[in-house]
């Protein structure tokens, strides 16, 4: 059998010194996260970060770095996650447009918040990518080829 994590997208958005999260409910239990989900198949993982982002927060974002690659296994399922974290910024917000389902809310949140409700956060990944991202980490977005 071979050994394959989900391939997930996060997006690190940044405004006014809070980030952009998502509240969602993951077997029952509220999780805070980033705009974040799977690749889909025949998608670029530029293409899935923009589009999880506005189907989590109604927000159309902007790409403009990586800010990390990180591995994590789920220490109670055991499954792994290869998530590729972005940073940008977002325009254009849709108020009037229904989330995804098992998103509740899409809120604005410093990471003195985020670190308050720590219990909450869906993975250790989460504070990880903010951190990186408020230590400057930024790789181009050219590191990233998609072959034919």
């Known amino acids: 059998m071979v050994w394959k994590p989900h391939t997930t997208v996060a997006a690190i958005i940044e ?68 998530r590729i974290a972005f940073c940008g910024s977002c325009k254009n917000h849709n108020a009037s447009q229904a989330l995804d389902e098992g998103i509740q809310a899409a809120v604005w949140k410093t990471r003195d918040e985020l670190m308050q409700q720590q219990p909450k956060l869906r993975s250790p990944m989460v504070i990880n990518c903010i951190d990186d991202y408020l230590a400057g980490k930024r790789f181009p977005m050219d590191l990233l080829i998609n072959l034919p």
């Open 15 to 82: 405004r006014d010194n809070k980030f952009l999260m998502v509240e969602e409910l993951v077997q029952g239990k509220q999780v805070i996260n980033q705009p974040a989900g799977h690749l889909d198949p025949d998608e670029s993982l530029i293409e899935a970060v923009i589009r999880e982002t506005r189907e989590e927060t109604a927000w159309q974002f902007i790409p403009e770095a990586i800010t990390g690659i990180y591995l994590w296994k789920h220490p109670g399922n055991g499954e792994s996650f290869l």
